[in-house]
């Protein structure tokens, strides 16, 4: 089979295409025929061995996949071989055939093709915990959006919406904060060229927001957290922007507000569950038309690593797939 490898920490110009032996599953796992490959800012980092999780070298990077179930390990009941399926992976996507753990498979509906399902679980999947499970985001409060224009910050765009919020959606150009209106976002930032917190101010009338979503970090974070209303919910989602922030604590205690974590990856493993519970209601969601996820562009497998590229310098608005297999 064909696989993009990772042989040593590195750019993605330094990643491989080249033909490897298929991986045979073993108890509790499946073999995929991957059709799909949702790219994600992870999979730049892991790739760096800059990531919490770090597979031992060569690897596929590739962490979200959809494909067809070909066999099934010793123990599985959950999929059967012809399935189509979601897979959260980690990594391995990025090649024509992936062994993933079995409860880690969820079934992808009639009313959705491969390369949807592919730009879809990841950054949905983050941002609906992030906004339910750890903000506990309301109906009537306001959530501020960084990084808006990004995978994950374009999903909780969308979820912002429909658990009925009043969305910020703040980006660095106007092009990304055209598609988060067309999202549903109701206030527009452009951090390029607006004053964040004054921004803030004006459209919340000075009580602040409820919530922040922050999968940026860097030189957002203090005036995002000082924008903050009474009782308000910081999310540290990631760090985009690259440098992580150090903030002053005594905003917490001022505001009496909340930083709290957002780790995926974790939940993912430590509450099986409810993650499930979480996947199923998403995937409802998008039969019933209410989440779409926004296709960037789409790429052979041959061209991965400039999917990988243009995540990097931020070119992605929404997500970029791999095309693997037909």
């Not at 750019?11 to 799909?36: H, K």
């Not at 990025?94 to 880690?104: F, K, T, W």
């Not at 009782?231 to 760090?239: A, D, M, P, Q, T």
Request: net charge neutral; charged share 20%; hydrophobic share 45%.
């Amino acid at each position: 089979m064909l696989a993009l490898l990772c042989k040593t920490h590195g750019l993605p110009d330094q990643l491989t295409l080249e033909e490897i032996p298929a991986p045979t599953p073993g108890p509790g796992q499946v073999r995929i025929a991957v059709r799909a490959c949702g790219a994600n800012f992870p999979d730049t980092l892991m790739i760096q061995n800059k990531y919490q999780f770090k597979p031992p070298l060569p690897f596929s990077p590739g962490g979200e996949l959809t494909g067809v179930v070909e066999e099934v390990g010793e123990g599985v009941r959950n999929v059967r071989p012809g399935d189509r399926v979601f897979a959260l992976s980690g990594w391995g996507g990025m090649a024509e055939q992936a062994v993933v753990d079995a409860l880690r498979c969820v079934p992808i509906p009639a009313e959705m093709d491969f390369v949807h399902g592919a730009a879809f679980l990841y950054n949905h999947a983050t941002s609906y915990h992030a906004l339910k499970d750890r903000a506990e985001l309301k109906a009537d409060e306001t959530l501020l959006v960084l990084g808006a224009g990004g995978g994950v910050g374009l999903a909780a765009v969308e979820l912002g919406k429909l658990l009925g919020a009043t969305v910020i959606a703040a980006a660095s150009s106007d092009e990304k904060l055209a598609v988060c209106r067309e999202k549903g976002a109701d206030h527009l930032i452009n951090y390029s060229t607006d004053d964040l917190r004054t921004r803030i101010r004006e459209i919340t009338g000075d009580k602040g927001v409820d919530v922040v979503y922050d999968p940026v970090g860097d030189a957002f974070t203090e005036p995002a957290l000082r924008s903050i209303g009474w009782k308000g919910r910081y999310l540290v989602v990631g760090f985009a922007a690259g440098d992580i922030p150090r903030i002053p604590t005594n905003l917490a205690l001022l505001k009496g507000c909340a930083v709290v974590g957002v780790f995926w990856g974790a939940f993912v493993q430590r509450e099986p569950a409810k993650a499930y519970q979480n996947n199923l209601d998403l995937t409802r969601y998008f039969v019933e038309d209410k989440l779409r996820p926004h296709i960037y562009k789409t790429y052979p497998l041959a061209e991965a690593p400039q999917a990988l590229a243009d995540i990097m310098t931020r070119k992605v608005v929404g997500k970029a797939v791999i095309l693997v297999s037909k």
